[in-house]
């Protein structure tokens, strides 16, 4: 799910985890992304990871924060 920020209200902020809990409603929802798929999410995206979908399998993925 992703929505943009400003449309969100912040609930807390954990600085070790460099996550931020936000209320609101997602805007857009990403069905699957499968195998070679990749999603860019820039500052002003909010966005929910680690969601399931059908069934539990194992997730590689990785994270990059880029400077702009």
């Known amino acids: 799910d992703?929505?943009?920020c400003d449309d969100m209200q912040i609930k807390s902020f954990d600085e070790n985890r460099d996550f931020?809990?936000?209320i609101g409603e997602e805007k857009a929802t990403?069905?699957?992304i499968n195998k070679g798929d990749f999603l860019i999410c820039y500052?002003?995206?909010a966005h929910r990871t680690a969601i399931?979908?059908?069934?539990s399998q194992?997730?590689?993925k990785a994270i990059f924060k880029i400077k702009l």
């Open 2 to 4: 992703v929505s943009f």
């Open 20 to 22: 931020v809990e936000l």
């Open 30 to 32: 990403v069905n699957l």
């Open 43 to 45: 500052p002003e995206d």
């Open 52 to 55: 399931i979908c059908q069934q």
């Open 58 to 60: 194992t997730i590689k």
